[in-house]
């Protein structure tokens, strides 16, 4: 019985030492440009680390908040468009929209849109009814108790729209408008094309 248990711890060793002969490997950019794989450390070679690995326990907090799912007033929706295009994020943007009722080819179609739009740089969003460009709509108030809200938000008025203005890509530097519709589904506010 021995032997084997000596046989055993024998494999178990031969398989351990090539492990902890192994060192960490480091991804770095050259002086020239190129990529650079090493065992040694970046800055040993007057390379760039590409991706500098955090100092364990220590967890790097999220760089941009975290997308609001359901906008309960116009001013969080208005918001949401806003951080989607702050990180030109078409799918954060197509996220506030409504799709039943597309067919393929129509939701296919304004998604390439929505893409096309995130890559112009947006200059102001707002009701078409704003007394002034880039003011803020007033979001409903909720009336609300210790045991919480006594009234749901109030859904947006009939007809409603955020009005989006981008530069435009045409070279002309007049500003390019999109109309999106309002719209109240399962106590939430939606985007959906003005068409």
């Not at 116009?74 to 009722?101: H, T, Y």
């Not at 109309?179 to 094309?193: D, P, Q, T």
């Amino acid at each position: 019985m021995r032997p084997s248990v000596a046989l055993l711890c024998l494999i178990l060793l031969a398989w351990a030492v090539p492990a902890l002969a192994q060192t960490e490997i480091h991804r770095c950019i050259g002086a020239n440009g190129s990529a650079v794989f090493t065992d040694q450390p970046c800055a040993a070679l007057q390379a760039t680390p590409v991706s500098p690995a955090a100092p364990p326990g220590h967890d790097i907090p999220p760089a941009t908040p975290p997308p609001i799912l359901c906008a309960a007033s116009l001013g969080a929706l208005r918001q949401s468009v806003i951080d989607a295009f702050a990180n030109r994020d078409a799918n954060r943007m197509a996220g506030l929209m409504l799709w039943n009722g597309y067919g393929r080819g129509a939701a296919i179609a304004d998604i390439r849109s929505l893409g096309e739009l995130m890559k112009q740089p947006l200059l102001d969003v707002g009701t078409p009814d704003d007394p002034a460009p880039g003011s803020d709509p007033p979001a409903p108030a909720i009336a609300t108790s210790s045991t919480g809200p006594l009234s749901p938000p109030s859904p947006p008025p009939a007809g409603a729209q955020l009005v989006l203005h981008t530069a435009g890509n045409d070279g002309s530097g007049s500003p390019h408008e999109q109309r999106f519709n309002v719209v109240s589904r399962a106590g939430c506010l939606w985007l959906r094309n003005a068409d």
